[in-house]
């Protein structure tokens, strides 16, 4: 069975500070996903990472994928107030032609000003 | 492009009644999910759908839950009757191939 695990399940930091949310992923899988949820809204998709050593970079941002450890990092450089929402790393894997997705606990985080 | 569009984006019942929630999801969208969302939780695959068949609902309460879409493109999610625990967002989304795009959700209240 396909399981996703992220720590920590919360965190809170300071702004300009640097801190990394990690992603763990019990089997091979096809594609990794970072999503963002804001309070009372859906996810919005941030990052689609495909291959062993993709990194992908948005804004203060930085997401990276090892599957070989089977683990994906979310980066944040300088933090600041507006990252504050809860971040959902997701592992897909083909099945009868389809993808399911399968997401993880989540990361709630919150930025002090 | 339009979003997936879910209704009602609210909805509070008492137990043991019966609710249903509508998605349209992206035109052209083969695929379309449904994922229940506890407080605090990660989204949780209900049902998955090809075009108008189902490719996975082993998470589904059968015995409650039911879920269909019709000709391929809208679909229903239905809960009859209903328990307390059902309280969560259902969250609709669809995909072409990847990521998924999400709607913005129909928050249950159960009570």
């Known amino acids: 069975e396909l399981k996703v695990e992220q720590n920590p399940l919360f965190l809170s930091m300071q702004e300009g500070k640097n801190y990394t949310i990690y992603c763990n992923y019990s089997?091979?899988?096809?594609?990794l996903y970072w999503y963002r949820q804001d309070p009372g809204k859906s996810l919005e998709s941030l990052f689609v990472l495909l291959s062993n050593g993709a990194v992908k970079q948005e804004g203060r941002l930085m997401a990276s994928l090892d599957t070989k450890a089977r683990l994906s990092t979310l980066h944040i450089t300088a933090a600041v107030h507006d990252l504050s929402a809860t971040y959902f790393c997701a592992v897909d894997r083909s099945t009868s032609g389809t993808y399911k997705y399968i997401f993880g606990t989540g990361t709630r985080l919150k930025v002090l000003a | 492009e339009a979003g997936v569009a879910q209704s009602p984006r609210y909805k509070i019942i008492e137990k043991r009644q019966s609710v249903a929630f509508w998605c349209n999801p992206i035109s052209g969208h083969a695929t379309l999910y449904w994922y229940q969302q506890i407080l605090g939780q990660g989204p949780k695959l209900l049902i998955q759908?090809?075009?108008?068949?189902?490719?996975?609902d082993s998470q589904l309460p059968k015995d409650r839950f039911s879920a269909e879409r019709l000709k391929g493109v809208d679909s229903t999610l239905k809960i009859q009757p209903a328990k307390l625990e059902d309280s969560a967002v259902y969250l609709c989304?669809?995909?072409?191939?990847?990521?998924?795009?999400f709607g913005n959700g129909t928050r249950l209240t159960v009570t």
């Open positions: 989304a669809s995909s072409s191939d990847s990521p998924l795009h």
């Open positions: 089997t091979t899988s096809d594609r």
């Open positions: 759908f090809q075009n108008n068949g189902v490719v996975d």
